[in-house]
């Protein structure tokens, strides 16, 4: 059974940080593709970031610069670090692995609040 625990959301004001994790067990995640996706009220989620299997990652041009993705494959955890946090990147945050071959998964999600 596959299960993907998100942890790291919180309250944080402008300009600070904040660092989720995703941590998944019944997946391997060095045949993953990994990524994290967003939702924030009345809007659809979107990409916030991902990571191929070769380790290439891609980044919404509302977070690059502010937001790194990362993987560890030995822990069969991706992380989002995300730097410089405006407002509007006030979401639900979700981890997504798409095993090779195999369907994909998301996590429960994981809330970021960002005050002004």
């Known amino acids: 059974q596959v299960q993907l625990v998100e942890s790291g959301g919180g309250f944080v004001q402008a300009g600070g940080s904040l660092r989720l994790s995703c941590a998944g067990t019944?997946?391997?995640?060095?045949?993953?593709?990994v990524g994290w996706y967003r939702q924030a009220p009345g809007k659809q989620r979107e990409l916030v970031a991902g990571m191929t299997r070769a380790g290439m990652s891609n980044y919404a041009d509302s977070v690059k610069g502010r937001f790194t993705i990362s993987r560890d494959n030995a822990k069969n955890t991706v992380y989002l670090q995300m730097n410089s946090l405006k407002p509007e990147d006030t979401a639900v945050y979700y981890c997504h692995v798409d095993p090779l071959g195999s369907v994909a998964y998301w996590g429960q999600g994981t809330q970021v609040t960002v005050s002004s």
């Open positions: 019944g997946i391997n995640f060095r045949f993953s593709a």
